[in-house]
């Protein structure tokens, strides 16, 4: 029989989140914590919840909003199986693009702050409110969900200047986590150019293939890949 875990995903209301959600609940050994803005609004997650007999979770997550997190944290603590056995993956999936393709000599800095606030902020203070509850579990693992567009060794080009750096920096937030603590797993993980509201019409692949490869890669992570950055196929990517 396969071991039971628990993850948490955050920005699960649609897209990357969304699949993630679906694909995992097809394992009766996961119960999965959704966390999103407006649980109230969230029809697709809503219509899983009704299927998944007790197995998804639904929560209200703002990761720009510390006393959203800090909120989250403690009614997620106050289910009694977690409590117990904790988060075994957490994944900070919840990412925003509000600059487009902008660039560093012509990029609106309100756009640099409202990244850096969901997409790096967001992640760290997750990580901080929910650290206990993953140290609990058997995995122990932080997934940042990142991209090959904040990776400076793939040379990603002169676009896309604020949501890159937030993602540089992103990686450099999972470094840091990993070396402070060694108990745990934490690796940066880019999903691929998944067509999503996010990665737009063109991208070449379907979102579910993205995920599958989320999935794969991160049920094989052993404690020495802690503080890499993977692709979705599970190939190491350039810092
Ligand atoms: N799609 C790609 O090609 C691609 C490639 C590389 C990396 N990524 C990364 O993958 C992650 C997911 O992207 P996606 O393509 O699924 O994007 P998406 O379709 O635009 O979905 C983004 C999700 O994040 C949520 N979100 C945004 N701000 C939030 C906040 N402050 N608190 C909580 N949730 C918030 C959204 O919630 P609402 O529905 O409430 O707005 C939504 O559920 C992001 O980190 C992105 O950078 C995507």
């Not at 649609?14 to 999103?36: F, M, W, Y």
């Not at 937030?166 to 990686?171: Q, V």
């Not at 063109?202 to 890949?225: C, M, W």
């Amino acid at each position: 029989m396969s071991e039971n875990h628990v993850w948490l995903i955050t920005g699960a209301n649609r897209g990357i989140g969304l699949e993630l959600v679906k694909q995992l609940l097809q394992s009766p050994s996961n119960t999965v914590i959704a966390g999103c803005r407006s649980p109230s609004k969230a029809a697709d997650l809503q219509g899983l919840a009704a299927q998944a007999n007790g197995r998804l979770h639904l929560v209200a997550l703002d990761v720009s909003s510390q006393e959203s997190v800090t909120t989250a944290a403690v009614e997620v603590a106050r289910i009694p199986s977690i409590a117990e056995k904790g988060i075994d993956y957490l994944v900070n999936n919840a990412g925003i693009l509000p600059g487009g393709y902008d660039t560093a000599f012509g990029m609106d800095f309100s756009h640099l702050e409202q990244t850096f606030n969901t997409n790096v902020i967001g992640p760290a203070r997750v990580a901080q409110a929910f650290v206990g509850l993953v140290e609990k579990s058997t995995k122990k693992t932080i997934v940042n969900i990142s991209s090959t567009m904040g990776s400076i060794g793939s040379d990603p080009g002169a676009h896309g200047s604020s949501y890159a750096i937030s993602k540089t920096a992103l990686n450099m937030l999972t470094y840091k986590e990993a070396k402070e603590k060694s108990d745990i797993t934490v690796i940066s993980m880019c999903p691929g150019w998944l067509q999503t509201d996010l990665g737009g019409s063109s991208a070449p692949l379907h979102v579910s293939v993205g995920v599958e490869g989320i999935i794969k890669t991160v049920a094989g992570l052993t404690p020495s890949d802690s503080g890499k950055f993977f692709n979705m196929k599970g190939e190491i990517v350039p810092w």
